[in-house]
């Protein structure tokens, strides 16, 4: 079965660090990968996707990058965080059949 | 990829039904509805998924008019533990090769009570 590994699971940082959240999957080969932001009180907003190596698709134009370097790893970066990069991030993989499986999400809380 | 519209909040007590509509008025041809459950500060979790009638698992049921224009959630006897917000999804499953872009609302939030 597909197994999503998000770390870490909660994250502090200033305005202005930067920022490496990363995702690997086990049990598939080729998945198609999404990074998903929620801010407080809000849906789930869809940031990058990626449908295999190195090609990466952008939502929403903001502060954030990601990257796709091997077949079951996705990156979410930026390089100078915002006060309103502050959410819940979400790393998702396309399970076909059986709609979208989650990981476990990483807290993140610009201060 | 067809917008859907659903109630923003929604109240029920324990071992009550509840029914939850989503609205897709411009769903295509190939398009299935899946919905999916949210807990706070998890990440969301499939409950089920259909194309017309009705799909019936050991969660919930969904039924899906001849027009496809809307979709139900039939939540049976509810729990405490069914508090949660839950999405209503709508796109098409591409054969492997494809991609899927799964677009979210803000959902439904559903409060059970004692």
């Known amino acids: 079965s597909q197994t999503i590994h998000q770390w870490p699971a909660t994250l502090v940082q200033p305005v202005g660090s930067p920022l490496s959240l990363e995702c690997t999957v086990e049990g598939t080969s080729n998945p198609n990968l999404y990074w998903y932001r929620q801010a407080a009180g809000r849906g789930l907003q869809l940031l990058f996707y990626?449908?295999?190596?190195?090609?990466i698709s952008s939502e929403v134009p903001q502060n954030l990058s990601a990257s796709r370097p091997q077949d079951r790893q996705f990156i979410l970066s930026s390089k100078k965080l915002l006060l309103s990069d502050s959410g819940f991030y979400l790393c998702?993989?396309?399970?076909?059949?059986?709609?979208?499986?989650f990981g476990s999400g990483t807290r993140l809380t610009v201060v | 990829l067809a917008k859907t519209t659903q109630p923003i909040s929604m109240d029920s007590y324990e071992g009550q039904e509840v029914n939850i509509t989503c609205s897709h008025n411009n769903i295509a041809t190939n398009d299935y509805i899946t919905w999916y459950q949210q807990f706070p500060s998890q990440g969301p979790r499939f409950i089920i998924q259909?194309?017309?009638t009705k799909v019936t698992n050991e969660v919930a049921s969904l039924f899906i008019p001849a027009d496809r224009k809307s979709s139900t959630l039939s939540l049976p006897r509810v729990s405490l533990s069914d508090t949660a917000v839950y999405y209503c999804?709508?796109?098409?499953?591409?054969?492997?090769?494809?991609?899927?872009?799964?677009?979210f609302g803000r959902g439904t939030s559903l409060i059970v009570h004692p």
């Open positions: 259909g194309y017309k």
């Open positions: 998702a993989i396309d399970a076909r059949a059986y709609g979208y499986t």
């Open positions: 990626s449908v295999g190596i190195g090609q």
């Open positions: 999804l709508v796109g098409d499953i591409k054969p492997l090769g494809g991609s899927y872009i799964p677009t």
